[in-house]
């Protein structure tokens, strides 16, 4: 098993850099690679305590779509977060015809 962690986890590293450089690619201010490197951590080890939920590659997309909307405070975040945590609430699957 440790070959295949120790795989998944070069591959998950490798990626994340990778979306890092395209952020960095699209967007013409400068891109903080630690603390996008922090928030992915950060949201990756949530999402495995919680056993559900977004990972890194969801939040690099939120860093391209404010930057080009032009919103740079952390209220985009917070709604982001209240509208994702109603849809986890909510009583209707979104998924279930699908």
Do not use: H, W
């Not at 013409?28 to 305590?49: H, I, M, Q, R």
């Not at 990972?55 to 404010?66: A, K």
């Amino acid at each position: 098993q440790l070959p295949k962690v120790a795989g998944l986890f070069l591959v998950v590293c490798f990626g994340g850099a990778m979306d890092i450089a395209a952020i960095q690619s699209d967007v013409p201010t400068p891109v903080d690679f630690n603390k996008e490197l922090c928030v992915v951590g950060t949201s990756n080890v949530v999402t495995a305590l919680l056993g559900a939920g977004y990972t890194g590659s969801f939040y690099f997309s939120q860093t391209i779509f404010t930057r080009r909307a032009g919103v740079f405070n952390r209220l985009n975040g917070v709604v982001v977060a209240a509208l994702e945590l109603l849809l986890v609430v909510m009583p209707v699957s979104l998924v279930q015809d699908c």
